[in-house]
């Protein structure tokens, strides 16, 4: 009866993967009636910043469909693109629990979104006055803290084409379709993932193709599962067997 209801006052859970709807029936199933009253359903087009670091908190947001980008400003003033995201977060959630009064991070849409928004002082609310869903909250803040660090970590060992290629398994990991993945070869996008210069993804690009690691398809990098499998095996020779990220724990 719950999740029936939640189709009702959510109706775009009715259009999304099941992945996604999942995530949505787990996070808002013991939510409170009162809280339905004070969501906004918004739909951000492509490329527009909705979240600025440094800007004071006034709402959080859960990403109903498409896909969005968390850009960092703050390491000399460079833009480095850390995470993407599909997965149901509260942006803006650990903000409130931790009691900061400033959004830390700035997320921008990677392709047209459908967006819940919460105002602050009700989200603030629910999650004082309800504990399961506080809880589960901390597992997903915790989650997430630890999938950054972990990238970050690993990023700062690699160079180069190596850096690229853990990009690319990322990816492929989260993105492949029937077992094929499909991405923008847009150099500056890829630098502004892997902290790297335009030309030495240029060169990355080049040297993984010649290698059959990768494939082009007009603009796009096009990556099968034999190459996927093929880029994590020359990967792991980088890391050590028990490796956090590339051992899939």
Known sequence: MRDYYLEEVLPFLKHIDKERREQFLAYFRNAPLWIFENVSIEKIEKGKTFIREGEPVEAVYFIGDGIIKATDYRIYGISFDFMLFTNVYAY??????????KYRTSLQTVTDCIVLKIPKAKF?????TD???LRYEAKLMGEYLLEQARNVRAFLFLQGQDRLAMLLINRYEK?????????RNDRQELSDFTGLSVKTITRSVKKLREEGLISKEGSNIVIGKEQYASLKENLMEVF????????GQ
């Open 124 to 128: 603030n609310q629910w999650m004082k």
């Open 131 to 133: 504990i399961q869903s």
């Open 240 to 247: 050590s067997d028990d490796d956090w990220y590339l051992s």
């Open 175 to 183: 993105y492949a379709e029937q077992g094929v993945l499909r991405i």
């Open 92 to 101: 803006g959630g650990m903000e409130i629990i931790m009691d900061m009064g």
